[in-house]
Nanobody
Framework: QVQLVESGGGLVQAGDSLRLSCAASGLTFSMYNMGWFRQPPGKEREFVAAITWSGGNSYYADSVKGRFTISRDNAKNTVYLQMNSLKPEDTAVYYC????????????????WGQGTQVTVSS
């Protein structure tokens, strides 16, 4: 079955960096567009970033543009989220998701989800 496993979360201070990884199995990874979403405490899940199947195009929420970078390695079936200049408002559970159809920011449109990894940024 399809599995998406996130890793790399943790507790950091404002201004620090983290790199999240999401390892995929059970699907033809290179045929899926991938996204990162997050759910802050007490709030709804929100779009963070997405990357097309080839890695040729990437998209970002305005709140993270210029600070976060999404990338993928199709040989390793892994998508990454490099997070720099972290802020307390970036605190959330971060999820990766896979979508076989075209790029979208709508979480409901993604086919598969990981279990999430906690990122906590202290001020």
């Amino acid at each position: 079955q399809v599995q998406l496993v996130e890793s790399g979360g943790g507790l950091v201070q404002a201004g620090d960096s983290l790199r999240l990884s999401c390892a995929a199995s059970g699907l033809t990874f290179s045929m899926y567009n991938m996204g990162w979403f997050r759910q802050p405490p007490g709030k709804e899940r929100e779009f963070v970033a997405a990357i097309t199947w080839s890695g040729g195009n990437s998209y970002y929420a305005d709140s993270v543009k210029g600070r976060f970078t999404i990338s993928r390695d199709n040989a390793k079936n892994t998508v990454y989220l490099q997070m720099n200049s972290l802020k307390p408002e970036d605190t959330a559970v971060y999820y990766c998701a896979a979508r076989s159809d075209s790029y979208t920011r709508a979480a409901v449109a993604y086919d598969y989800w990981g279990q999430g990894t906690q990122v906590t940024v202290s001020s």
